[in-house]
């Protein structure tokens, strides 16, 4: 599958500080990419997405990159708080199946 | 939002499960992942307007249904250990435009 392992990647910051979480996706034909917060026990919420003709969005201390040249995108959060603390996905969609093909998912820590 | 039932439950290895769904009101397309522990969700299937719109790598003892009043069902047969995860759903507005709303999942466990 697209996923493997069971250890997660881990960043770890300080409070107040910026985040800036990686993503390579895997299929060039994807033209819509949404990035996902995920808290224990909860299912996916939707952060910001981003679609391929453009190369940045931003949201509400969220800035999404998207660099097709290379198929990498990145999440930065401004000024992170410990209620950022969760796992962070990124998912992309190809459109003829509408199907999401979800990243392995970063474990962002944050330290007051 | 998306609201899921049971939020747990535990059955035996051969048995069969069925897992309820209601989707957000006016979103006609829903989709059920498979999320291991420590992993990304994985593509079941999709349904759109009632009909199967999309099939992940999983065998036919995964079925599902949608039915006319927003909301689904996702039902397996001939439970395996494997099979033990977290099942979530989403719901979006038509085959994926507008983002997909994600229920808090069932978890279920195989003995």
Known sequence: ?112 | GVTQSPTHLIKTRGQQVTLRCSSQSGHNTVSWYQQALGQGPQFIFQYYREEENGRGNFPPRFSGLQFPNDSSELNVNALELDDSALYLCASSPTRGEGGYTFGSGTRLTVV
């Open chain 1, 1 to 112: 599958g697209e996923s493997v392992g069971l250890h997660l990647p881990t960043l770890s910051v300080q409070e107040g500080d910026n985040s800036i979480i990686n993503c390579a996706y895997s299929n060039s034909a994807s033209d819509y990419f949404i990035w996902y917060k995920q808290e224990s026990g909860k299912g996916p919420q939707f952060i910001i997405d981003i679609r391929s003709n453009m190369d940045k969005r931003q949201g509400q201390r969220v800035t999404v990159l998207l660099n097709k040249t290379v198929k990498h995108l990145s999440l930065q959060i401004a000024a992170t708080q410990p209620g950022d603390s969760a796992v962070y996905f990124c998912a992309e969609n190809i459109q003829w199946g509408g199907k999401l093909i979800f990243g392995q998912g970063t474990e962002l820590s944050v330290k007051p």
